[in-house]
């Protein structure tokens, strides 16, 4: 009888002992099958990172996509609120996440001024300014009086004419190589209903080929009226036309801000480099020649 209670008590520790020795195993089962997992996982890492350096694509598990998927679109939703306090459409947006912080800012402007500016001018205002802006007035009209001071044998004002024809010509050269550079698209929101008689000549933004254009005959005017005996006072009608032609671009939604920047510094550079290159004396002596 007494041995009954030392037996059970035997039978007590082996079984603890098998118990405490079954943890172990499975404990240093589970580990293994970690250290496993992990191999895999760094050898497939590394298969990946071939497969990307060789130009494959890595697969993305079910979670992972999801995630991806959701940053992405609280990204898009975080660019449309700063795009424009009214969300932006997506033609904005879908461009504001791959531009940098100034061109957002750009756009941002260039919506509000569109948008609550542009709703307080008239349309025809706008459209009666993009036209005098045009180049299709310019260039005839240019050409025409440049033939008649030439038939007319008053070479001063050939002359004169002659340089500012050339300097249309290099305004369309700058403005064209530059839109060709950097190749930026006009606004989403520039196809308005109320403009739609107005006939785009290009698709592309920067910089703004108005604005230079006017920037350019405002300055040209300014420097020719100072020569004059009327000074420069004669030439502030052509200045006001020149801006409010340049701030039209904006509220038509034809341009951004920094396209009409951008355009007004080409057109001043046209009318300065112009003015100190080309003398209007060579041009005078260069014409009785020809007319001679």
């Known amino acids: 009888?007494?041995?009954?209670?030392?037996?059970?008590?035997?039978?007590?520790?082996?079984?603890?002992?098998?118990?405490?020795?079954?943890?172990?195993?499975?404990?240093?089962?589970?580990?293994?099958?970690?250290?496993?997992?992990?191999a895999t996982r760094r050898g497939g890492g590394a298969k990946a990172g071939d497969a990307r350096g060789r130009g494959g694509a890595t697969p993305a598990t079910p979670a992972a996509a999801a995630a991806a998927a959701a940053s992405a679109g609280a990204r898009h939703r975080l660019v449309a609120a700063s795009t424009s306090g009214r969300g932006g459409t997506e033609g904005e947006v879908e461009a504001a996440t791959s531009e940098s912080w100034l061109l957002r800012k750009d756009r941002t402007y260039s919506r509000f001024i569109h948008d609550d500016v542009g709703s307080q001018v008239p349309h025809w205002v706008g459209e009666t300014l993009e036209r005098l802006g045009s180049g299709l007035l310019w260039f005839p009209m240019t050409a025409a009086a440049l033939a008649l001071a030439c038939r007319s044998?008053?070479?001063?004002?050939?002359?004169?004419?002659?340089?500012?024809?050339?300097?249309?010509?290099?305004?369309?050269?700058?403005?064209?190589?530059?839109?060709?550079?950097?190749?930026?698209?006009?606004?989403?929101?520039?196809?308005?209903?109320?403009?739609?008689?107005?006939?785009?000549?290009?698709?592309?933004?920067?910089?703004?080929?108005?604005?230079?254009?006017?920037v350019f005959v405002a300055l040209f005017a300014l420097l020719a009226a100072r020569r004059a005996v009327h000074g420069t006072w004669a030439a502030?009608?052509?200045?006001?036309?020149?801006?409010?032609?340049?701030?039209?671009?904006?509220?038509?939604g034809r341009h951004y801000l920094l396209d009409v920047a951008v355009g007004a510094a080409v057109g001043t550079l046209n009318a300065c480099s112009l003015d100190l290159l080309l003398s209007e004396t060579a041009l005078k002596s260069l014409l009785q020649s020809a007319l001679s």
């Open 1 to 38: 009888g007494e041995a009954d209670p030392d037996r059970r008590m035997a039978s007590i520790a082996r079984r603890a002992a098998g118990v405490s020795s079954g943890v172990s195993a499975a404990s240093q089962s589970s580990r293994r099958a970690v250290a496993r997992v992990m």
């Open 153 to 214: 044998e008053r070479l001063a004002a050939a002359a004169l004419l002659a340089k500012f024809f050339a300097g249309l010509v290099l305004d369309v050269v700058y403005v064209g190589s530059m839109k060709g550079i950097f190749r930026r698209k006009r606004p989403p929101y520039s196809s308005h209903k109320a403009y739609q008689t107005v006939i785009k000549v290009d698709s592309f933004s920067m910089p703004s080929g108005h604005t230079s254009r006017s």
């Open 236 to 252: 502030a009608p052509i200045c006001v036309w020149a801006t409010a032609t340049a701030f039209s671009r904006v509220i038509m």
